[in-house]
């Protein structure tokens, strides 16, 4: 439980393998995170001072019926929010983005080249290994 008032990155999980470790690098920077399922009511956090939302990923495809979803004020609380596989998906389809079955599934390891003139990359290495998995794509 936190302190009222003091800040939080608050972390919605979609069941993935890795929200664990999500949190722990957001602490490793000296963050304070919490992890809630996304299923967690909104009013759950009625008080709290959330300074930005991960959604994470998950095993569900946004396409299927009866995916996991969120309320969408998360959203509308005007901090910053990054989704994460599932969690990334599922913005581009609230907001209207076209989200299609991939013609082959992706898995194993990848590289993520970030721009590190963007504020958010900023400080950060420019290329890092990363692990995915994904069925679905934004096109």
């Not at 890795?18 to 722990?24: D, M, S, Y």
């Amino acid at each position: 439980m936190t302190v009222r008032g003091s800040e939080m990155i608050l972390i919605l999980d979609f069941g993935s393998q890795f929200t664990q470790l999500i949190a722990r690098r957001v602490r490793e920077m000296h963050v304070y995170s919490e992890i809630h399922p996304c299923t967690a009511p909104f009013e759950r956090f009625d008080g709290e001072n959330i300074v930005g939302i991960i959604l994470s990923g998950g095993p569900a495809s946004v396409l299927d019926p009866n995916s996991p979803d969120i309320d969408r004020r998360f959203l509308a609380m005007g901090v910053p929010v990054l989704g994460i596989c599932y969690g990334m998906q599922l913005i581009a389809r609230i907001h209207g983005g076209d989200l299609r079955k991939s013609e082959s599934r992706e898995y194993g390891r990848a590289t993520v080249k970030a721009d590190l003139n963007s504020a958010l990359f900023r400080g950060s290495v420019e290329k890092s290994t990363v692990w995915m998995s994904h069925g679905d794509t934004i096109v």
